[in-house]
């Protein structure tokens, strides 16, 4: 069975940049579409960002786009976020999420806060 495990969050200041890691094990992941989706307190899950399966074909939140870039390195079976120009309004946990047609498997989240 698919096993996600986020990592990366932190505590960053305003402009600054961090990058999530999604590291799998228990399959490969080259079969899955990936998104990062995430949650401030009292609002709910967004999507963020996703990459297909095969082609590769990124795509971003409107809120995000230009700042985050979603990548996939298939020898380690590992998808990452890089996230510049960090807002507070990007504060949250933020999630991946592993999904085909045979179901959808989520990490337990890595906490994202903008302050100064």
């Known amino acids: 069975q698919l096993q996600l495990v986020e990592s990366g969050g932190g505590l960053v200041s305003p402009g600054g940049s961090l990058r999530l890691s999604c590291a799998a094990s228990?399959?490969?992941?080259?079969?899955?579409?990936i998104s990062w989706f995430r949650q401030a307190p009292g609002k709910e899950r967004e999507g963020v960002s996703c990459i297909s399966s095969s082609a590769g074909i990124t795509n971003y939140a409107n809120s995000v786009k230009g700042r985050f870039t979603i990548s996939k390195d298939y020898a380690k079976n590992t998808v990452y976020l890089q996230m510049n120009s960090l807002k507070p309004e990007d504060t949250a946990v933020y999630y991946c999420?592993?999904?085909?047609?045979?179901?959808?498997?989520w990490g337990q989240g890595t906490q994202v806060t903008v302050s100064s």
């Open positions: 999420n592993a999904a085909r047609a045979r179901g959808a498997y």
């Open positions: 228990g399959n490969t992941l080259d079969y899955y579409a």
